[in-house]
């Protein structure tokens, strides 16, 4: 079953140099149950998108869409009331995510009040039992530090804790493993699997890194300036990426060359948002680019699972 | 413990202020022109009245010595004798200085009061009319002169509606027919103490203006630091994470955006503690409040240098005082203080 629908979304920030536009055209589909990939590098608008789904884009910022649904309510008029409550945040950079100056007690229990009507005492248990459950020892002795006194795999639990803790169902998590070494992040991965399976959660995967959604993702949107370029089965999209960004993102994985190669990395830039596109946004950067691309926008291609914009017909190279 | 180690390195440090302040005390002592002796003689003295006064005063004795007679009858409240009305120093320190420690301790709660909650709100609704208001008040608080700022208090309140008694600490009925026993020289605490309502409804009613007017400099600097303060703290991330969980706005606000942005508005108010400490005098004469900026200054004008000299050690001990529990308070509220 869907749980959230988007069609054309798109965030734009009026300026005197004419729009900023941080989201393009992103669709997106993600199945209850499920845990989404939203794979883009740095400044293709993921974290924009994110905002927009919790209604905390920043101030003047434009939000529109043809479709923008979660659960059957149209999030243009319900976000504010589902956010905290149906639909949480798990923040990039937890470091920067948890407020310096309150014990990791009283973060937890400012989200748990917030949601429940239990006395102190009760919240305390719920509090122990959800670090608990994010993997993390000694909780009681937990609640007293402050964030600064914890290293960044703890305090990404503690993060995920507290989403945990406003009782919502369809969590977004930020980049949850960038700040981290691999083998934290991995152990992060996995457990957000876990609590995905065990508490019937919805997650949107936002993420920069092709491991992250071959460790987890059931599906995953490729983003590349603000346009949702591919999208399909994570396992389709890692062994057949039929999008030239798609593919070569994954030839930029360490282990998909040969030791000793340098890395496939991408040339260039991705389009500044202020930039206005005419043909295919990833046409001056594509190695198989055509004259055609220059000009006209790409077509949809492929079927409802696996669907992608680009006017090479078939495979990648 | 972090904190407690903080404190002991804070109260050592106000200790020291303390101490060099007094050896300034005693240095200018040494150096200011006119000569205490003659002073304290009395009016057209001869020169044996002169040697007499120089021995009652030990100016022969050596300097070192001086100085640790200086200090150790500094330290036991024994301040000496004024050189002009020939009282001791300490009785007349007993009556003003709980006057002016009324009024600069309300003033200080005041302007936290004021200062910062509309810091708190002009910052949360930036660029809207409330927020340029603000800001005009504020300004307005900062740049109106105190004398004025008392004066139409004075006409608006006393004059004007009538609901605010125009000067002094007491109404005359109950200082003159009824007076309150002297116990610790606060009106409102010797009025509780001697179980007496009205009076400490009265006193409080004679504060409010005096304190007012000392608290409106403070209040708007401190408005304009927690502004700019909280709307840098605002745009972090942490406070986008605690919306995105679903945290009220005030909560947001109060709980989690102000404990990391009132650090300058606390500091800027203990120092406007200090000032309003002896800086009053105008105040003081406005309102006819008996406080120690008029006993100052009135004794700088005669040159009564124990008078002047006990008076900023006494100022010095409160500001450090209050200094201490500013930086208790900021460790409390921020514990990357006492780490730093
Ligand atoms: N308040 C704003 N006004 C105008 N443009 C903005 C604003 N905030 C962000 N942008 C722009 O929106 C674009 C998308 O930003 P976003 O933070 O969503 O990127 P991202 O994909 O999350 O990148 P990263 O991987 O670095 O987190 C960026 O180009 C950014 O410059
Ligand atoms: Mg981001």
Redesign the pocket.
Same mark, same amino acid.
């Given at each position: 079953m869907t749980l959230l629908e988007i069609k054309a979304l798109s965030?734009t920030?009026p @300026?005197n140099t004419g729009p900023?536009q941080?989201?393009r055209r992103v669709d997106l589909q993600i199945e209850r149950g499920s845990i989404h990939g939203l794979i883009?590098? @740095?400044?293709?608008?993921?974290?924009?998108?994110?905002?927009a789904l919790l209604g905390l884009a920043?101030?003047?910022?434009r939000i529109a869409a043809d479709v923008f649904r979660f659960d059957g309510m149209d999030l243009t008029t319900h976000a504010a009331s589902l956010r905290g409550r149906r639909i949480a945040l798990i923040s990039?950079d937890p470091a920067a995510a948890l407020n310096p100056v309150l014990t990791i007690g009283r973060q937890m229990d400012d989200v748990l009040r917030t949601h429940s009507a239990q006395p102190k005492a009760e919240r305390r248990v719920a509090a122990v039992a959800l670090l608990t459950a994010t993997g993390l020892a000694g909780p009681e002795l937990l609640l007293k530090r402050y964030p600064h006194q914890l290293s960044g795999g703890m305090q990404q639990r503690v993060v995920i804790a507290q989403a945990l803790a406003t009782g919502a169902d369809f969590l977004i998590a930020?980049?949850p493993t960038?700040a981290l070494d691999v083998t934290v992040g991995a152990q992060v991965l996995a457990l957000l699997r876990k609590l995905v399976a065990e508490r019937g959660l919805t997650v949107l995967m936002?993420t920069?890194d092709m491991d992250v959604v071959a460790a987890v993702c059931d599906r995953a949107t490729v983003?590349y300036a603000?346009l949702s370029v591919e999208e399909g089965p994570a396992r389709a999209i890692l062994t057949h990426p039929r999008h030239p960004y798609a593919a070569a993102l994954l030839a930029a994985l360490p282990d998909a060359v040969p030791h000793g190669q340098r890395l496939a990395a991408i040339e260039g830039r991705i389009p500044?948002?202020t930039q206005p596109i005419t043909g295919c946004a990833f046409a001056l950067r594509c190695p198989s680019v055509m004259p055609v691309c220059h000009e006209v926008p790409p077509p949809r291609r492929g079927g409802s699972d696996h669907g992608w914009l680009c006017h090479l017909d078939g495979q990648a190279p | 413990m972090d904190l407690a180690r903080y404190i002991l390195r804070r109260a050592l440090l106000s200790a020291f202020v303390v101490m060099g302040v007094t050896f300034l005390v005693f240095v200018v002592a040494q150096v200011v022109p006119s000569d205490p002796a003659a002073l304290y003689a009395g009016p057209r003295p001869n020169a044996e009245q002169i040697e007499k006064a120089r021995v009652t005063l030990n100016l022969d004795a050596p300097l070192p010595e001086r100085f640790a007679r200086f200090a150790v009858s500094m330290a036991t409240g024994d301040f000496g004798v004024s050189y002009k009305s020939r009282r001791l120093i300490s009785q007349d320190l007993r009556v003003y200085l709980p006057a002016t420690l009324e009024l600069a301790v309300s003033s200080t709660l005041l302007a936290l009061l004021i200062g910062i909650p509309a810091g708190v709100a002009t910052a949360a609704r930036q660029g809207s009319w409330g927020d340029r208001l603000g800001s005009l008040g504020s300004i307005l608080a900062v740049a109106m002169p105190t004398f004025f700022f008392a004066m139409l208090l004075q006409m608006i309140f006393a004059s004007w509606l009538g609901i605010l008694p125009l000067s002094g600490r007491l109404s005359r009925e109950i200082s003159i027919s009824d007076p309150l026993p002297f116990i610790t020289g606060f009106n409102l605490i010797d009025a509780m103490l001697a179980g007496r309502p009205q009076v400490f409804v009265d006193a409080l009613w004679h504060l409010i203006l005096p304190a007012l007017t000392l608290a409106a400099y403070p209040a708007g600097i401190a408005m304009r630091l927690t502004r700019s303060a909280m709307i840098d703290i605002l745009s972090r991330r942490h406070i986008t994470a605690a919306r995105a969980l679903g945290l009220p706005e005030r909560r947001i606000l109060y709980g989690h955006a102000l404990r990391n942005a009132v650090g300058p508005a606390l500091t800027m108010i203990g120092l406007s503690f200090a000032f309003a400490l002896t800086g009053s005098v105008l105040v003081e004469i406005i309102f006819a409040w008996p406080g120690l900026g008029r006993y100052v200054s009135d004794s700088i004008l005669s040159k009564d240098f124990p008078v002047i000299a006990a008076a900023t050690l006494v100022v010095t001990v409160c500001y450090v005082l209050m200094n201490l529990v500013i930086d208790l308070t900021q460790a409390v509220v921020d514990p990357r203080v006492a780490l730093k």
């Open positions: 965030v920030f @300026s900023v941080a989201v883009g590098e @740095s400044g293709c608008g993921k974290t924009m998108t994110g905002m920043p101030q003047g910022a990039q930020d980049e960038t936002i920069h983003l603000g500044s948002p | -």
